[in-house]
């Protein structure tokens, strides 16, 4: 998350992001499921807690070729 | 009297390299015919800190540089996942995984009665709310991360946070955690 703030210039302090996860897990005391933290230009920095997907009752695999956009690596 | 850059013509290009072994297993980004459109990409690509090199792996240039010639660029490190010892081993993910399946999800999470932490306050789910004049929302400008939760616990979160140690340590299980993995 810190390496994809650096790309795209957004200032992000990651000590907060993680103060804000521990709060949070700290009072929700969540068993199984997603935590989403988002942080937006605005300065916003929002942590949630959701649901786990429900899985398909079955999953198709296929090949891809992997092409990462390499001009963002160097962070 | 010295000519200024712009008068002493262009610098020469750097020489295409035609079957190098040390450029094997480099991966092929990039094909073309003349030489110089193709070398001002790898330049590009080294001044952005990505290894990159003009092959011509089949056959020699001719006399005015041209050829079937490659941009490559060098393979991407593959960096092994911060594994915490309190995560959970791919055996018992696995036969999560499979009793997950069996079981319908649990939709207490995200309900009316959770929180959530917005600008570093505490708040009930349903009453966050960010003003509409967001940048990130106005122009969708921003980053997030999703992290799996493995009771209470975020699955590999430094390797998603990629703090590169601002983080400290991470902080102690709760005690139902240690009881649960003993």
Known sequence: MANSAQNLRLELDIGDIARDIDSLLAVAKPSDGLLRVVATRGGRRIVLIEPLPVPPAALTLGYMTFAPVRVLDRH | MRLPQRFRGAAKDPPVAIDDPRLEGWENRQHFEIRAPQWRGATSLRALGVDAACVAPSHPLDRRGRGDIYLVVAPKPVVPCERDSREPSIESLQSRASEGRK????????????????????????DARIPVTDEGLLRGDGVFEVMRLYDGVPFARQSHLRADGELGPEPAPRARHRRHRS
């Open chain 2, 103 to 126: 079981r319908p999800p649990d939709h207490r999470l995200g309900s009316d009665g959770d929180t959530a932490f917005v600008d570093g306050a505490l708040t009930p789910l349903s």
